[in-house]
């Protein structure tokens, strides 16, 4: 039944009355007399009021079963931005026919018809550019169709969850096969709101019902809902359906657009998944991207995506219109370079990670040594030989240059060949660890959407079981339909039959990656939030391995323990023997001290890198060591131990296990593994410098003065409430530039970047061996360059420390975990430290509850000995504490034990105990955190 475009009934939450305008519009291809009625939603008469130009038009295409209101926040937020003379952008929402509160028409409306219904209303509306093309959903589709139809006025892309591409044998995602089920499609989408109601429903967090009611407000009736099933109707499923053609048509001029493009995205959409993105990405390279984690379907309503879009606006289109340039160093592209390579590692006065791979193929010398289930010795040639076999293989399966092959293989020879061989032929390796517990794993996995899996058993269940992408690949073999049930295709050891059969052909091995070529994705801990990819290219791993060999020594001819597996897989790149000692990587604290011994011994090894979780564990069974394993531990000449903070006298008794080692303890992270290193000698002069000179970066919250900053420190420069403490980490590296970016009372890190010293702030890195990007996380990578010099790469360590006069940095814990109070800003790492000094005490985490600015300061302890259940402490532990403190402590918790990573077992959640100590002492259950 035909209905005229209406105006939006008044009160619909966030939805400015103003916004709304009605136009009609003539419809091409008739004789001129066919007019339809438009809604849509434009602040272009806001901006006029404010006497403000437009420095262009974001044209908003909204999908199915929403309307314009989707696109209210972008609206508001463009209009504010103005406002406070920002660049002005005018945002235009349609409502398409059938849809909203435009005309209802009585004819079915195909793809092609909607592309051009939307090129009749910018005709109408006389749209000049620069224009963005903004969509979701189907009004991706939709306004992907029209952009690539006006070359002349598009400046850019933007595209919330949506796809253009429906390969012929795949399944359309469930939902939508159930809607279009014959007897369905009628009564879920026209008759009853249930296909509307389905849509709000995957929303995260779920929608108030004000905004549900704003959604379904065109759509009371069943006449008003016809276009919901239109659209469903219109879904291209057959390769003879209406609208394939046009849809295969817009998929393929995408790859023509040089526009700069955004692809923001909520994996947890049941309908365009992560599948959806990679196509995207593959025909829209110079993308953009950022996933948004925990988000779905409704991006727009999960997250703050106008801050996003406005921020992109204002780095790839204002200050370069029509410019589709990208830096290089931050494009999403993966496929390998066709420079010469060996000219770029020339170039790059560095060699690739498999130089000693190719040098000592010929040595019998020891490369590494499984230590599981028994002690095995692999020589550099066989392991030369393995990687050349598996190389060989995976290209004979089709593994490409920038294909992603995801490693779910447990620490061992098996994982060292197939990662090199991975590597050597440009594929990108996915390393998620079994460290991040299965599900940071899964998250990791999914996000990361690798073309192959090679697997031990574990993993491969877990990748059968929650439906992980890729090709499978088994370390070992299984019987058939054992290997069917997992979806197998091939084993290591086919791989390295049909490996061995091109290279006795005489088939050469691809060209050698370059230097500028991805080479790995790596994830961090998760400690402080979903675990991250980090990107790494072949150049940037192979200045990982120098910075080792720089700082440590450690080459060819050096034994390497590595208790930490990334260490062990670079053992090879070092030319360095290496190990991993006996242990569950999940869990380092299962590592003991007699499993440290058996692997110095198996490799005579002079280097050993242990976790602090491995190391806590490592200490206390050192009584189970024998004359044998003291007289292999006296071998050691360096011990090393990081990824957390370590106590001197944690580090103090590892080292009396090894007399002659000196031990070391660097500094670091997944984004940059290497940036500063300290000794045992070094922290004890650290800690007595301090004790002597008793200079801090504060002003105590009593009013005593102490030493402020030097008259030179950053404007920016906020002091600390207490005396900042922290962990010394020591100087930088030989290749590595360390600059703090000081807080200011809000505990922002705005700052410039400075040398100066006992200016507290976030620490900022610069080496060239940190990482790239992080992986399809646009915002986080450009929040993590901010303030850089330009041409240079440095990287926000998301740390907050701060550097002394000698040069040295302190580390006084997370940004995310800094405590704002009335009286200033608290870094929680120096009150953990002196609490910790309590005879009761066994460890400490020191939070804040409340809101920003008039934040409560909460200790929260493990005791010993260890308590049995959660409970405030003691009136006498509580004053001890508060006067270790100096400075308002609210509450004093006691827990049976602090919540930690799973991968080092010993980085504490602080945001987890300040939500959870806020729930306690607002009047919740008193639970274990």
């Not at 697997?455 to 070992?476: E, Q």
């Not at 090879?572 to 380092?588: E, F, I, N, Q, Y």
């Not at 909460?858 to 405030?872: G, I, N, S």
């Amino acid at each position: 039944m035909p209905a005229p475009a209406t105006l939006p009934p008044s009160g619909l939450s966030g939805l400015n009355p103003g916004w709304s305008r009605l136009i009609d519009v003539a419809e091409s291809g008739t004789s001129g007399d066919v007019t339809h009625g438009w809604h849509l939603l434009d602040n272009g008469p806001e901006l006029d009021a404010l006497g403000v130009i437009p420095v262009g038009t974001i044209l908003c295409v909204h999908g199915n079963p929403t309307w314009s209101y989707l696109w209210r926040s972008l609206l508001a937020a463009a209009s504010e931005a103005a406002a406070s003379g920002a660049p002005a952008w005018r945002v235009i929402a349609v409502d398409q026919l059938n849809m909203g509160f435009s005309e209802r028409t009585t004819d079915f409306r195909p793809l092609a018809r909607r592309v051009q219904d939307l090129d009749d209303l910018t005709d109408a509306l006389d749209l000049a550019g620069p224009v963005i093309a903004l969509g979701h959903d189907w009004g991706g589709v939709v306004s992907l169709g029209w952009a690539v139809e006006h070359p002349e006025l598009l400046a850019g892309v933007m595209l919330l969850n949506t796809a253009v591409h429906q390969p012929a044998g795949d399944k359309i995602p469930a939902p939508l096969r159930l809607a279009l089920g014959r007897g369905i499609l009628g009564p879920a989408t026209v008759a009853t709101p249930a296909f509307l109601a389905t849509t709000l429903a995957l929303a995260h967090p779920p929608l108030s019902s004000e905004i549900k009611r704003g959604f379904r407000a065109p759509y009371l009736t069943s006449a008003r809902r016809s276009g919901i099933g239109g659209f469903v109707a219109d879904i291209p499923v057959a390769l003879a359906h209406e609208s394939r053609p046009e849809l295969d048509r817009i998929a393929e001029s995408v790859r023509t657009l040089a526009v700069p493009t955004l692809l923001l995205w909520g994996p947890r959409d049941p309908i365009f998944s992560d599948r959806y993105l990679d196509d995207l990405v593959d025909r829209m390279p110079h993308a953009r991207v950022h996933r948004f984690e925990g988000a779905g379907h409704l991006l727009a309503e999960d997250v703050d995506y106008a801050a996003a879009a406005l921020l992109w606006l204002g780095d790839a289109v204002v200050k370069s219109p029509l410019d589709a340039s990208e830096s290089e160093s931050e494009s999403e592209s993966e496929s390998a370079s066709v420079a010469p390579s060996e000219a770029a590692w020339d170039a790059a006065g560095t060699h690739p990670l498999w130089h000693y791979l190719d040098e000592l193929q010929d040595s019998d010398e020891t490369a590494l040594v499984d230590m599981q289930p028994t002690p095995r010795t692999v020589s550099w040639r066989l392991l030369s030989l393995r990687v050349r076999q598996l190389a060989a293989g995976l290209v004979h399966i089709g593994v490409k240059p920038g294909d992603r092959v995801s490693l779910l293989v447990p620490p061992s020879a098996d994982l060292t060949a197939v990662l090199y061989a991975c590597v050597r032929i440009g594929a990108i390796v996915v390393v998620a660890d079994a460290g991040l517990g299965l599900a940071g794993l899964t998250r990791a996995v999914r996000g990361a959407r690798p073309d192959f899996v090679i697997g031990a058993a574990p993993g491969l269940l877990a990748a059968r079981a929650l439906g992980w992408p890729g090709r499978k690949i088994s370390v070992a073999g299984f019987v058939p339909p054992m290997a069917r049930l997992l979806g197998v295709e091939h084993t290591l050891a086919e791989l390295i039959s049909l490996g061995q059969a091109r290279l006795s052909a005489g088939d050469a091995l691809p060209a050698q990656p370059a230097p500028t070529d991805a080479a790995a994705v790596l994830f961090t801990s998760g400690s402080t939030g979903p675990a991250k990819g980090v990107v790494y290219t072949h150049g940037q791993l192979s200045a990982v391995s120098r910075a080792l060999f720089l700082q440590y020594g450690v080459g060819v001819g050096t034994g390497l323990v590595a208790g930490f597996a990334p260490f062990a897989l670079l053992g090879p790149a070092l030319g360095a023997r290496s190990v991993t000692p006996d242990m569950d990587v999940t869990a380092p604290k299962t590592l003991t001290a007699s499993a440290v011994a058996a692997a110095v011994d198996a490799i005579d090894a002079t280097v050993v890198f242990l976790s602090p979780a491995a190391l806590v564990n490592v200490v206390a069974t050192a009584q189970a060591l024998t004359p044998a394993d003291h007289a292999a531990l006296a071998g050691v000449q360096r011990f090393l131990s990081a990824g957390a903070p370590i106590s001197e006298s944690l580090l103090a008794q590892a080292a009396a296990l090894m007399p002659q080692a000196t031990a070391h303890t660097p500094y670091g992270m997944t984004e940059g593994l290497l940036m500063a290193d300290i000794t045992l000698e070094g922290i004890r002069a650290a800690a007595a410098g301090v004790a002597e000179s008793n200079t801090v970066p504060a002003v105590a919250n009593d009013g005593e003065s102490v030493p402020a900053p030097p008259a030179t420190a950053t404007p920016a420069a906020t002091p600390t409430a207490n005396p900042a403490g922290g962990v010394c980490v020591g100087g930088s590296t030989a290749t590595t530039r360390i600059r703090i970016s000081a807080l200011d009372a809000s505990g922002a890190s705005v700052g410039e970047l400075t040398e100066e010293a006992d200016v507290t702030g976030e620490i900022v890195v610069s080496a060239p061996h940190v990482k790239d990007r992080y992986d399809r996380l646009w915002l986080t990578e450009r929040a993590s360059r901010r303030g850089a010099v330009a041409g240079e790469r440095w990287h926000r360590t998301g740390d907050v420390g701060h550097l002394d006069g000698a040069g040295r940095l302190w580390v006084e814990g997370r940004m995310p975990h800094v405590i704002v109070t009335a009286n200033g800003v608290v870094t929680p790492v120096g009150p953990e430290q002196r609490i910790e000094t309590l005879p009761d005490v066994f460890r400490a985490a020191f939070v804040g509850v409340g809101p920003l600015g008039t934040q409560q300061q909460v200790a929260v302890l493990e005791t010993v000995p260890p308590a049995r259940r959660v409970h405030r402490a003691p009136e006498k532990l509580a004053a001890a504490v508060r006067s270790m403190v100096g400075t308002p402590v609210a509450a004093v918790l006691v827990v049976p034990g602090l919540p930690t990573d799973i991968r080092h077992n010993s980085k504490i959640d602080r945001s987890r105990l300040s939500r959870w100590a806020t729930g306690v002492l607002s009047g919740g259950r008193w639970t274990k955190p």
